[in-house]
Structures are given as structure tokens and as C-alpha cells.
């Protein structure tokens, strides 16, 4: 692998962290729990984090083989069905596995030994990003929904 495939590979690993620690206290009673006023449960939440991480693979990364049902984004809001932990926290293993083999697998994506992490890509969600920005933009939507939790399940009801 390309050096800085393996260090971007690597902040996306550490970036996710507290996530990953997060989850290994979460109980099956914190999932309905959520923060008035906000509609969002810690069970969206952690729904939504791995259905954004698995569209990442896909549409930003190039992952074709990638079936991705993100159901917190088409649903846009909390439906109070994601209360099943053991479910979630494949999910969210799953994301986080594809998202690390869709970065992995760029510079054979681009033909060439090193990943062209400069390529701009467009989505409608967020503009025009180079992957490597985009890369920044996803570990940075896991630490906001992760920082989320945090405060629901210390506030939250």
C-alpha cells in the first residue's frame, strides 16, 4: 500500500476510536434513550453513522460491489427501529470494515501504485472534494454522531 493510503488509513482507524470504545458500553436500554428536543435515539444514531459510512464506500470511494439500504438517510428521521444492539453493532463493523477495504483498494481503482487521493469527486450532499477531503469529511461525521451519544447517554433520557 501507498504511504499515504496507509496513513490516511490509519487516521481513519484512529478517528473512529472513541466510537468504537463508545459502543463497547452501550446497552440495549441506552438505544431508545435521546436529548430533548432532538427526535434522534442513540440507536439512529448508530444506524446513521454506519449507513453514511457504508455510502462513503460506495458513491465517494468507488466500492461498486457495496449494497448499501442507508435507512436513517431515506427516512430522514428517527422511526424508533433501531433497537436491536447486537444488529447495530455488525452494522456498524460491517461500515467500518468496507469503508477501510474501499480505501485500500483505491490505488487499484486508479491504476496506478499510489491512490490519487487529489481526485475532486462531487456529490450533491457536500460539493466538489478531493478524496482525501472526503475522507476527512466522513471521520468527522463519526465524531460528531459519536459526540452525540456521548451526551445522550450522560443527559439523555
Known sequence: ????TTSL??????GRTRFTKLLDTLTAADLPKRLAPSPNSIGFLVRHIGDVELLFAKNVFGLKDVQVHASTVAKG??????TDLAA?????QESADTLR????????QAGTPDADWDT???????????????????VTHTAYHDGQIGMVLKYGQ
Do not use: C, N
Request: net charge positive.
Open 1 to 4: 500500500m501507498d504511504p499515504r
Open 9 to 14: 488509513l490509519a487516521l481513519f482507524t484512529e
Open 77 to 82: 428521521h428517527d422511526t424508533g427501529e433501531w
Open 88 to 92: 447495530l453493532k455488525a452494522y456498524v
Open 101 to 108: 477495504r474501499a480505501i485500500e483498494a483505491l490505488p487499484r
Open 120 to 138: 475532486v469527486i462531487e456529490t450533491k450532499e457536500f460539493g466538489r472534494k478531493t478524496k482525501a477531503e472526503a475522507l476527512g469529511r466522513i
